[in-house]
Structures are given as C-alpha cells and as structure tokens.
C-alpha cells in the first residue's frame, strides 16, 4: 500500500511547492495534483489515521511520502473509471451518512458524560445496595435427567466431581472440570441460581433443569461481596450513561421528525441480498 508509485512520472502530475508543508498549512492546504484533481493535506492526515497498525508505527517523514504515492494511485485509477458505477455510489452516501451519525454521537456523549453524571448513575444504583454473597461453583451438562442421575450416582459412589464433569459434560466448561468461577446473584439463570443459593459448601445437587439442559451442581465456597466503589464501576456506568444519552436524543430527534416506512408486506426481504441490482 505504501510503495512508491513507478509511472507517476509519466502522467499530468503537479506538485505543490515546499510551501504547502509549511507552519501555516491547513488542513485545506494543496499538497499534490493528479490530472487537476487536488490532494489536501486533510485527506493525507485522515488516511494516515486510518492506517493498520504495522504501517502506523512508521516516521512521519516515511509514511508522508506513501500516504500521498498511496492517494495519488487512487486519483489515477479513479480517473481511469469511465463512469461512477452505482455501488460506488451507494457506498459514499453510507459512508457519509455513517461519518456524521459519528460526529452527532461524539458531540452527544462529550456533553453527557460528566462526573456528576457518574455519580449520578451510581447512586441510583447503588445507593441501596447491601453487601451480598457471591458463589464459587462447579457444574456438569447432559440431554437428559437419566444422564444427570447417572453422573451423580458416580459421584456419590466416590468418584471425583472434576473427572466426572470432564467425562460426560457437554458444556464448554466440562474440559476444565466444570468449574464456573466465582459469579453473584442475577448472572446465572434462575433456576440454577436457586440451587447454588440452596447448598453449602461442599454440597452436589440433584439434577436441576434449566433452558440448557440437565445439571449437577457442586457449591465450592461462598463469599462476601461488598457493595463496590464508583471507581471499580466506572467504565460499566460511563458506558450505560453514553448509551442513554443516545438513545435520549435519538427519541427526541424521531419525535420531531417525519419518518415514513413501508407497509408490512411491501417489499420482498431478500431483495436486500440482490447484489445484482446494483448492476443495473
């Protein structure tokens, strides 16, 4: 992507005196010409912003010269296109549609996000908190109660929970014996949250069904879980915060617009996967 170009010698090429690179260069500041096309310096520093990281890490004095061999190519061939086919066309109006969406969001969340707004999100979360427990477990998966009462049977008649959970668990977590980590209440799903909460330590269930199938479950430890700090919960809340205060805008925006949508019916789905109609 950043080799320099071999026939750009050849072809209407201008480029710009060493005054365009100077302290007073704008982002609007002409760096090259192809065929009376202008290249900014703007557009050099967004696709220099847009390079992958292997390229990135270069020296500016490097990377100026192939970003602008790189853009330089693009004009040429561009030019080369007797006329602008329709996806391309397509595409710019997404791309530009996309670019200011992301702008309107970056100006929605700066404003938003504050430490008051923070601090706000936290308290209504937390402020009636109270410390509570959380569970370290180990489960096993099969199809079926009978496979369930099989495993258990196992393990009553001595065997180990681990060696049984990594002979007949279908879960992810069978390889590594079925342990689970540590987790608190509300991450797992109700029914076998009920049971953990139902056993000591040390303790296996019976079988227990839940929407994935058949479980046994073995509690290993519990624990105390303080209420946590609005540091520990920050980058949770900063991300909860921005998303509410797009989705706030975004209604008053759809209250205050005129948005017309076709009738249930009125087009074919799979026409969204017609790439041919691009073509005409």
């Given at each position: 992507?950043?080799?320099?170009a071999?026939?750009?010698?050849?072809?209407?090429?201008?480029?710009?005196?060493s005054?365009?690179?100077?302290?007073?260069?704008?982002?609007?500041?002409v760096?090259a010409?192809?065929?009376?096309?202008?290249?900014?310096?703007?557009?050099m520093?967004?696709?220099?912003?847009?390079?992958?990281?292997?390229?990135?890490?270069?020296?500016?004095?490097?990377?100026?010269?192939?970003?602008?061999?790189?853009?330089?190519?693009?004009?040429?061939?561009?030019?080369?296109?007797?006329?602008?086919?329709?996806?391309v066309t397509?595409?710019i109006?997404?791309?530009?549609?996309?670019?200011?969406?992301?702008?309107?969001?970056?100006?929605?969340t700066?404003?938003?996000?504050?430490?008051?707004?923070?601090q706000?999100?936290?308290?209504e979360?937390?402020?009636?908190?109270?410390?509570?427990?959380?569970y370290?477990?180990?489960?096993?998966?099969?199809?079926?109660?009978e496979?369930a009462?099989?495993?258990?049977?196992r393990?009553?008649?001595?065997?180990?929970?681990?060696?049984?959970?990594?002979?007949?668990?279908?879960?992810?977590?069978?390889?590594?014996?079925?342990?689970?980590?540590?987790?608190?209440?509300g991450?797992?799903?109700?029914?076998f949250?009920?049971?953990?909460?139902?056993?000591?330590?040390?303790?296996?269930?019976d079988?227990?069904?839940?929407?994935?199938?058949?479980?046994i479950?073995?509690?290993?430890?519990?624990?105390?879980a303080?209420?946590?700090?609005?540091?520990?919960?920050?980058?949770?809340?900063?991300?909860?915060?921005?998303?509410?205060?797009?989705?706030?805008?975004?209604?008053?925006?759809?209250?205050?617009?005129?948005?017309?949508?076709?009738d249930?019916?009125?087009f074919?789905?799979?026409?969204?996967?017609?790439?041919?109609?691009?073509?005409?």
């Amino acid at each position: 992507m950043l080799k320099h170009a071999t026939f750009i010698g050849a072809l209407a090429l201008s480029l710009a005196t060493s005054s365009a690179i100077a302290e007073d260069a704008t982002a609007d500041t002409v760096i090259a010409t192809v065929n009376g096309s202008e290249i900014t310096l703007g557009q050099m520093i967004i696709t220099r912003a847009q390079l992958p990281q292997q390229y990135a890490q270069l020296p500016d004095e490097v990377l100026f010269d192939g970003v602008l061999d790189q853009l330089i190519q693009q004009q040429l061939l561009a030019d080369s296109l007797d006329a602008t086919p329709a996806r391309v066309t397509y595409a710019i109006q997404n791309e530009e549609r996309s670019l200011k969406a992301g702008e309107a969001i970056n100006d929605i969340t700066t404003g938003a996000v504050t430490d008051d707004a923070l601090q706000t999100a936290y308290n209504e979360r937390y402020a009636d908190a109270k410390p509570g427990t959380e569970y370290n477990a180990a489960h096993l998966l099969v199809e079926s109660e009978e496979e369930a009462i099989a495993a258990k049977a196992r393990i009553t008649e001595g065997e180990v929970f681990a060696d049984v959970a990594k002979d007949v668990s279908t879960g992810p977590t069978g390889p590594n014996g079925g342990n689970l980590g540590w987790f608190g209440v509300g991450q797992m799903v109700p029914e076998f949250e009920q049971a953990v909460q139902n056993m000591n330590a040390g303790d296996v269930s019976d079988p227990v069904k839940t929407q994935f199938g058949w479980h046994i479950v073995t509690l290993l430890e519990t624990r105390n879980a303080d209420v946590p700090s609005l540091d520990e919960v920050r980058q949770e809340l900063f991300g909860e915060v921005q998303e509410a205060a797009i989705q706030a805008r975004l209604t008053e925006l759809t209250d205050a617009a005129t948005v017309v949508t076709p009738d249930e019916g009125a087009f074919d789905p799979t026409l969204i996967s017609n790439i041919d109609l691009l073509d005409n």
